[in-house]
Each structure stands twice: as C-alpha cells, then as structure tokens.
C-alpha cells in the first residue's frame, strides 16, 4: 500500500508544479498524509516545524484516515512581509497547538520533510554544517522517495565540493532510486563530477541499474556525448549497453560508440561483446558493420566475422560479410573467420554474392582461391555454383591445390548449360596453359549434351603443344560426342587453329576415321589435306588408314580428288 502511496505522490507533485504550486500525498495502512506548500520553505533545526517561508508562501500537512473525515493538520502562512501565522485544525475545529499536536508534528514533519524535498537546499546545508558529509550521507539513506532523494543527491554533489570517496559514496544511494526518470535525470545533472578518472565506473554503475531501455540508452548517449574522447566511458558505455533489452536502443548507443573508438581494441571488444546479445539480425549487422568501418585490428575482424556468423538473417549475413570482404587479410585465422561465416548462410543467392565480393579483393592467395572453390561447390543451385566459378575462372589456376578444388566445384554442376559456361570461360582465360586444359577437357567429358560438350570442346582445340596426356584427355571427350554433326565441329574447328603440331592432326584424323557417316568423315579428311603439313610421312599413313574406313565410292573418289589436286 505504501508503495501505491508515493506513486501517486508524484503524479500530484508533477501536476501541480506547473502552477507554482507543490501537493503531496500517500497512505500508509488506513492513513491518508497529504502536504502543500508555494513558495520557498525552510524548517526548524529539529524538523518539527517550520522556521521562515517566502512573502506570501504557505505549507500544510495534514493526515486523514481513509474512514473519517476529518483528522488533524497543520498550516503556516506567511504574508507580504514573510511574517508568518500558524493554525492548527482537529477534528475540523481550530485551536492551540497543545501537546498532543506537538507529539503529533514531531511524528509526520520529518517524514514529510524527507517524502517531499521541500526546504532541501538549507536543510542539506545546516546538516553538513552541523555533522559534516557523513550525516548528509546518513541522512540520504533514510530517504525513501524517489525524487526527494535525487534532490537530496543532487544537492548534495553539486553544491558541496565533495571528494572522490564521498562521491563514490553518495552514488551508492543514488542506486536505489526506483525511478528510472529520476535517476535518468539525477545522472545527466551530476555528470560532469564524475566523468573523471577513477569516479566514470561509479556513474555507469548507476546508469547499468535503470530498467527502463529508453532511459538507459538515453542516459549512456547524454554520457557519451559529454565524454566522446575518454576510452573508459566509451568501453563502460558499451559494457553497460549489454543489460539493455531492447535490441534497437541497445544498437543505438553501441553505434554511437563504434562511431566515436576509432579502432580502440579493447573497446572494439566491449562493443563486440555486447553486440553479441542482439537478437535482432538487423540490428546485430548494423552494429557489426559499424565495428569494421572504424577498426583496422585484425583481432577485432575475426571477433566481428565470428559474431556475424550467428546472424541467423542469410540476407543480413551476407551483407556484413561482403563489407568484410574489403578488410579481408590473408592469413589463416582470418581465412577460417571468414569462410566459416560464409559456410552459414544458406541462400545460394546471398552465398555466391559473399563469394563475388571476395574474389573483387586483389592479391589472393591460392589458399583463399582453393577455399572459395570449396565454397562454392556445397552452393546448391548451378546457375549460382556456376556464377562464382566463372568469375573465378580468370584467376590464376595454375597452383595444384587451387585447380584440383576448381575443378571438383565444376564437376559438380549437374546442369550441362552452366557447366558449359564455366568451362568455356576457363579455356578462354587458361588456353597457353596444358595443365588447365586437361581438366577442361575431362571434365567436358561429363557432360551430357553433345551440342553443350561440343561448345566446350571448340574452345579448347587450341592444341599446339604435343602434350601428350592433354591430347588424350581431348580426344577422348571427343569420341563421347554421340552426334557426328557436332564431332564434326570440334574437329573442323581444330584443323583451323594455326600452328597445330603433327601430332594433333595424326589425332583427328584417327578421330575422323570413327566417325561412322562417310560424308561427315570425308569433310573431316578434305580439310586435312588442306592444312599445312599433310605432307608428312606419318600424316599420309595415318590418311591411308582412314581412308580404308570410307564404304562410299563416292566420297572416297571426292578425297582422292582433293588429294591429287594438291
């Protein structure tokens, strides 16, 4: 019931300032106590009565009980001079102040002194003088409103010159202060006592006890503001902002911050910390964001991709780690930091965006390029698994560890269309290198459209080095070609490359003498002939051979014709 008292205690105190004038009340039990004063009051040393009021000022006390009408109160006046008339009422009838009324002031004055704040200012000064800070202290404690005792504090702090004990000590009072108004404004206006060294942990210790999430943010910004260059109010601000449940006023303050530590690594890592406790995906990337536009610690980045990776939003996710993406370094903690971020988000779309950032970052290493193979290949849709590798497909893949994985992602494109493009792509960047074409080709071998292979395989047929295992690889992908139109393409496209080897035309002329349709072969065969070197031994015997293939009269005599024409 008390409780419900000086709640409604403030509401009447708030209302009624407004007009200059001040009422108080609250029950304890079945006791009504109501107070009203205007103007400025100052009570007795003894608190049992009142010693001045300002010219034309009053103050009444009165209790009640909640069952009878009328009970007891006391009023004093002052007129224009400050002179002042006391009535005492009982029972609705007036009279003298007898013993029974002083009984009665000596028990609700200094209760009602203490619930209202009124006459604090020269009532907090004749204590300290009579019994120093201590029993200013003393007093605080015995305290139970909320805003008579920020009053009290304030007055207190801001009036007396106080050393750094007794300033730690009064906050210890202005903790238990239930209002988080009040304490929200008590803090804002002894601030600059404490934003000091040795003094911020005491402030920021009473800023972590307030409930409500708008005033503790509001109360961590006011301190903030104030304070914007001290590396411990930055760090106790973001220690502080953890408790706060809100994850948008708890985003709020944590940004300010990231705004204002200029890579500080402890306070990075109080930010981080408390970044951690945001629910919201939103608000947890907008903070982390912040923390890697202002940091350049590498232990920091690590913290920030380690924290992004419980970002449960994929869209989010991805977001924080293509702005990651720019900071990457290359060493091996950053590596997994990152790669193990990427391995959680679960778009393919959002993945292979991360994976793109990635690769626009100069300078990787074959590490990195292997570990984005790897990624790219657990993508799931082949329009995206194939978007990344064809980016990719420009970087250098001449390292064994960045080809072998490369590959294993290309091999894993089911769709004939998407392979199709990668390898085309690769072959067009990587055609100087044999070790690059091979896998091409072994892996065009997999496919299964032969009008999709085909494509593959006219832009490999660059073959101009007699390499052996290449040449291999290639024309066994070409004997997978079931279409005999399309055979025909690799091979014409083959015979036109300039500087081909002997070695490749002998290839496709034992390429050209499986071909089953002796149309198709004798164009294959014509073509030979019209290529420099035809008129190499081995050349003609491999011609001789293939010419022993052909069933047509027809097209055998159009070869022999082309060949005496020569």
Known sequence: ????????????????????????????????????????????????????????????????????????????????????????????????????????????????????????????????????????????????????????????????????????????????????????????????????????????????????????????????????????????????????????????????????????????????????????????????????????????????LRSGAAIGSDEEKASLLMQAAPRYLEDAVTRRAFFDATATVGSDEERRKVLSALLRRSGLTDATLADIARSAKSIGSDEEKAGVLGEMASANLQSPVVRAAYFEAANSIGSDEERKKVLVQTAHHAAGSPEVALEVARSAKQIGSDAEKAAVLVEVGTLNRPDEKLLDAFFAAVSSVGSEDERHNILSAVLKRPGLTKETVIRVIEAASQINSDEVKAEILTQVLESPGSDDPQVRAAMKKALNSIQSDGEYRRIMSAYTKR
């Open 1 to 304: 019931m008390k409780t419900a008292g000086v709640s409604l205690l403030f509401a009447l105190s708030s209302l009624s300032l407004a007009s200059g004038h001040s009422q108080y009340c609250w029950t304890e039990g079945m006791q009504r106590f109501e107070v009203s004063a205007r103007g400025t009051v100052e009570f007795a040393d003894d608190d049992r009565d009142v010693k001045s009021l300002s010219a034309g000022g009053y103050f009444r006390v009165e209790e009640n009980y909640l069952l009878v009408l009328d009970g007891r109160s006391y009023e004093v006046s002052a007129d224009g001079l400050g002179h002042l008339l006391r009535t005492y009422t009982y029972h609705g009838h007036s009279g003298r102040l007898d013993s029974q009324g002083q009984a009665w002031l000596m028990r609700v004055m200094p209760d009602a002194i203490r619930r209202t704040g009124l006459g604090a200012g020269p009532r907090l000064q004749r204590i300290v003088r009579q019994g120093g800070p201590a029993a200013a202290l003393s007093e605080i404690s015995r305290i139970d409103s909320d805003e008579s005792k920020r009053i009290y504090i304030e007055e207190f702090i801001t009036k007396y010159g106080l050393g750094p004990e007794n300033l730690q000590s009064v906050m210890l009072q202005a903790r238990r202060i239930g209002s988080d108004e009040d304490k929200r404004d008590l803090l804002s206006s002894v601030a600059p006592y404490f934003l000091k060294d040795g003094l911020r942990e005491a402030i920021f210790q009473v800023a972590g006890t307030i409930g409500s999430d708008e005033d503790r943010e509001s109360t961590l910004s006011d301190l903030v503001e104030r304070d914007p260059a001290s590396r411990e109010t930055l760090k106790l601000a973001a220690k502080t902002a953890g408790h706060i449940g809100s994850d948008e006023e708890k985003a709020k303050i944590l940004l300010k911050i990231a705004d204002r530590f200029k890579g500080d690594r402890e306070i990075g890592r109080a930010v981080l910390a408390s970044a951690g406790t945001i629910g919201s995906d939103e608000e947890r990337r907008r903070v982390l964001t912040a923390v890697l536009a202002a940091s350049t610690d590498r232990e920091t980045l690590h913290e920030t």
